[in-house]
């Protein structure tokens, strides 16, 4: 059951376009779910509605009369010298009314309001570090994603440099050197963007940690 605490949404990182990891349009979506997912928001909400629950019995029994209704029955051989039984019934009902000598329950209700309303800030607190570890995660997806893309436009640059310096060479309009550092720019290049895509990758597996949605 979902608290009511708690937005409920169904969303999935795996389900989501790159538009939509990139644009934002979504951040707030992925934020209620991380809430939802969390086994630390679910506990405090219950914690709180026990001590709702509290406060209000202590509220009930302190402000409000007690009645209480009691039946009985029984059955009585050979009363008054005649022969046979005889059913008796008694019926009782009790009032109990509570009287705030020293504002006692004005007191005692505000202790358990109290008590609420710390559970309650408490629940702001962890909700916050959720979101932010959400946003922080999100940050890093589109960082590496930012850096992968400029890295991929840096390996094109060099493959288009290599091949033509290649045909430069064939024509004799370069040096060997140029082609051999033009080879050594494209690996370098390419294996900077493997490893902004391992980067990405790591981003997105932090980001399904932050929304609990990581399954290991």
């Known amino acids: ?69 009691e039946a009985e029955q029984q059955w009585r051989q050979d009363v008054s010298g005649t022969e046979g039984y005889k059913e008796e019934q008694s019926y009782l009902l009790k009032l109990k009314m509570p009287f705030n000598l020293g504002l006692s329950a004005f007191n005692s209700r505000n202790e358990k309001k109290m008590v609420v309303l710390a559970a309650r800030e408490k629940l702001e607190v962890k909700r916050e570090k959720v979101q932010n570890k959400v946003r922080k995660a999100l940050i890093k997806f589109r960082t590496a994603t930012a850096n992968f893309k400029h890295l991929r436009e840096q390996a094109s640059l060099s493959e288009a440099f290599l091949e033509k310096s290649r045909r430069e060479r064939q024509l004799g309009k370069r040096a060997l050197i140029d082609v051999l550092k033009g080879e050594t720019d494209l690996i370098t290049a390419r294996s900077k963007q493997e490893a902004a895509m391992s980067d990405i990758d790591q981003a997105k597996v932090n980001l399904l940690a932050a929304m609990g949605q990581l399954n290991v």
């Open 1 to 69: 059951e979902q608290p009511s605490d708690l937005t409920s949404v169904s969303i999935s990182i795996n389900e989501m376009s790159d538009e939509e990891m990139l644009d934002g349009s979504k951040d707030d979506d992925l934020i209620s779910q991380a809430e939802m997912n969390s086994p630390v928001l679910r506990r405090y909400l219950a914690e709180i509605k026990t001590k709702e629950m509290d406060e209000f019995v202590t509220y009930r029994s302190k402000f409000f009369p007690t009645l209480n209704f």
